[in-house]
Each structure stands twice: as structure tokens, then as C-alpha cells.
């Protein structure tokens, strides 16, 4: 299963454009430069995977914005990440892929996501276990999302409900 985990700002800051020019002699600004076609193969993967119907799987999470799996399928493609969001549409697919669930229980709610997002702009969130509970009660029976605490799974599996998964 292949989902979508980057986005071309993201691979341009963290070294892969440095990296495609260093090792392959190109320019990434090229239209057909390696750079540009593997993010141009980004903009068509997709954000989520459901499993046997009972499972989705998301590179972040569920964020302020995704009540349901329906919302991703109504996503246009090609689709351009765009971080500093002016749409609920560019809110859901920062939700997707860069949300976190809060670091404790007692964290309910939507909170800033300073580490993700240390500009402060607002758009990349943490989630906490009352968003986990509201949307695994309308949509799936086990939730993956990374940066998932460890105490959040304890407690869900303890109650033997719904589950939210860290990989």
C-alpha cells in the first residue's frame, strides 16, 4: 500500500531537490527533471487507504476538518499541498497528512501543533482523543495515524471499542 506521506515544498526543504541536482547533474526547476516528476507523481497518490472496510490509514490524521472517508474521495487531482490554507478542502489534505493526536488524554479538542508547525499559522493541528472517538463512532473500527502517544492506544484497546494505530 502506497500513500501519499510528502508534498513538493516538503521535499524541497528537507534536501531531496539538493539531492536530485547533486546526484543526477539536473536542475530541479526543469519541467522534466527527476524533482519534478516523482512531486508531479505525488499529486496523484492518495491521501488514505481503507482496509477490508474496517481500517483506514492515514499518514497524519484526522485533524480539525475529516469527519469522513467520502470527504478524501471528493478531493480533486492532480492535488497541490498548499500549507499556508485559504480552503477547507487545503485545511483537510494539511489534516491528512500532517496532523498528530494530542500528547495526552486530557487534551481534547483541536490544539496548535507548534512543532509541525512553528511559523504559527495555525494549520496543522493536533487532535485529541474526543475527535478519535467521534470519528471511528460514524466511520471505521481502527484508525492509523502517525505520532500516535502510546497511552491513547492503551486506553482505547483497554476498552475493547475502536482503535487508533500507530505504524
Known amino acids: 500500500m502506497c500513500i501519499r506521506d510528502r508534498d513538493r515544498w516538503i521535499n524541497n526543504g528537507f534536501g531531496f531537490s539538493e539531492e536530485c541536482a ?7 526547476d526543469d519541467e522534466d527533471s527527476v524533482f519534478n516528476r516523482v512531486n508531479s507523481l505525488f499529486d496523484w497518490l ?3 487507504a481503507v482496509i477490508e472496510d474496517k481500517i483506514i490509514c492515514l499518514h497524519g490524521g484526522i485533524g480539525s476538518t475529516l469527519n469522513y472517508v467520502e470527504e478524501i474521495e471528493t478531493l480533486q487531482r492532480p492535488l497541490e ?3 499556508e490554507v485559504s480552503t477547507i478542502d487545503q ?3 494539511v489534516d491528512i497528512l500532517w496532523s498528530d493526536p494530542t500528547d495526552n488524554d486530557s487534551e481534547i479538542g483541536i490544539h496548535a501543533n507548534t512543532i509541525r508547525d512553528p511559523n504559527g499559522t495555525g494549520n ?3 487532535f485529541g482523543p474526543d475527535r478519535v472517538q467521534q470519528f471511528l463512532a460514524v466511520s471505521y ?8 502517544p502510546e497511552h491513547l492506544v492503551c486506553r482505547l484497546l483497554l476498552e475493547k471499542k475502536k482503535t487508533l494505530i500507530h505504524i
Open 141 to 148: 473500527t481502527h484508525l492509523r495515524a502517525h505520532e500516535t
Open 22 to 28: 547533486a546526484r543526477l547533474g539536473e536542475d530541479p
Open 124 to 126: 496543522i493541528v493536533k
Open 46 to 48: 492518495p491521501l488514505a
Open 91 to 93: 485545511q483537510l489534505v
Open 81 to 83: 499541498v498548499i500549507h
